[in-house]
């Protein structure tokens, strides 16, 4: 299995915009355009998150694991230069009081390896924080692996949009999880955040 070096979880910026479109033509039978992505930038109901890697090297001397010297590296340095690497992404829409992920997804030679779940936990975080009841989406009917991963974080199935994908006709089952707010589903959440966070470190860095 590939190890990740150092990989810290932040906002979508405009530059991050072709990496992005790489994962999504690896991903996606139809793609958005970059335009689309930066109208959504711009969104003030939106929220895109970026997990990255960061693959640069610090000068000679340097502490090589992190500190003082990436956190200002990535202050004053552009994104390609500081050598950052996309792997995966998630946007979702902040309505009244439901947080909806509009989109996911992760490279592919790096899933299966628990970043997809780490941008899910973030999501939901995220969805908290900004005073949500429940977090919503849509996900093809074919895709039983993502479903298993909603449904273990509390999502149900409550219903299905027929033909919802233009590239096949294919139906998209709607998921939602229960309210975030009730001790059950925090409970349920902060037992798996833990355990994410202990079987993969290097995402939590």
Request: hydrophobic share 40%; net charge negative; aromatic share 8%.
């Amino acid at each position: 299995m590939r190890t990740l070096l150092r990989t810290h979880l932040r906002p979508m910026h405009a530059e991050d915009i072709p990496q992005v479109m790489d994962i999504e033509r690896e991903s996606f039978p139809t793609m958005w355009p970059q335009t689309a992505y930066k109208r959504e930038l711009q969104n003030r109901a939106a929220r895109y998150l970026v997990l990255v890697e960061d693959g640069g090297e610090p000068p000679d001397g340097a502490d090589a694991g992190g500190g003082f010297w990436n956190a200002l590296r990535r202050i004053v340095t552009p994104a390609e230069e500081r050598g950052e690497h996309v792997l995966g992404f998630l946007g979702i829409w902040l309505m009244v009081g439901e947080a909806h992920i509009v989109t996911v997804a992760v490279r592919e030679r790096v899933r299966r390896m628990g970043i997809g779940e780490r941008l899910l936990i973030a999501c939901i975080e995220l969805a908290v924080d900004s005073d949500q009841e429940v977090v919503t989406l849509e996900v093809r009917k074919s895709n039983t692996a993502a479903q298993d991963l909603y449904i273990k974080y509390g999502f149900d199935r409550v219903g299905l949009r027929v033909r919802y994908y233009t590239d096949n006709q294919e139906d998209a089952v709607i998921m939602t999880t229960p309210d975030l707010t009730t001790p059950s589903y925090r409970r349920l959440f902060e037992g798996l955040r833990a355990r994410h966070r202990d079987r993969y470190p290097d995402l939590w860095t």
